[in-house]
C-alpha cells in the first residue's frame, strides 16, 4: 500500500533560521508531489506542487521543495522563517496510476519562536 | 480567487443521529473528494466523485456514509448513524479536470459525537 511518511511531528526553529520538512514516499512509480499547509483554524492551503519538469519546485513565500526519485523523497526548505510560518504542513502524493485521491503524511507541526 | 466552502464549521451530534456536512466546489471542477482528520492522526481519503457517481472510496467509507451532488453546486457527505469514532474534521476538496491538477481543500467541519 502506498504511504507517506514525514519523519518529524514537530519542529522548533529560530525567527530567520532555516527549516527543512522531510517527506519519503513509498513507491517510485510516477507520483504527483504536494506540500499543504494549515495554518491555526484554518482549512489546508497548497503551498507547491511537483508535477513534472524541473525538479525544484518554489512557492512564493520562499518555500522550496526537491523531488528525489531515487531517494522517494520529497523535502520541503525555507532558508529563513518567519513566526507567520508557525503552521503545521502536510505532505501529500497522488499516484498517478492509483486513482486521483491523495494520501497524506502524518504532518509537521512548526512552531517559529522569536 | 475561487474557494471551496464548507458548512457548518462545527457540528455537535448525539450518537445514532444522523448529520449532513455540505460543501460547495469550485464552480468549474469535475472532481470532488471528502477527507477526515481524527484528532492528532492523519489526513485519510473518504471518497471521490466524478460524473455524479463514486469514483472511489476507502474502507473507512463504509455503508453508514453517502454522498449526493444535489444540485449543480452543492456536494454533501451524510452519516447515517454516528459513532463516536466518527468525531474528526471533516474536509472537501475539488479538483478541475486533468492529471495535473490539484485539489483546493475547505476550510473543514468539525464533527464532535457526544
Known sequence: AQSVTQLDSQVPVFEEAPVELRCNYSSSVSVYLFWYVQYPNQGLQLLLKYLSGSTLVESINGFEAEFNKSQTSFHLRKPSVHISDTA????AVRYKAAGNKLTFGGGTRVLVKP | EPEVTQTPSHQVTQMGQEVILRCVPISNHLYFYWYRQILGQKVEFLVSFYNNEISEKSEIFDDQFSVERPDGSNFTLKIRSTKLEDSAMYFCAS????????????QGTRLTVV
Open chain 1, 88 to 91: 503545521e504542513y502536510f505532505c
Open chain 2, 95 to 106: 479538483r478541475d479536470l486533468g492529471g495535473d491538477t490539484e485539489a483546493f481543500f475547505g
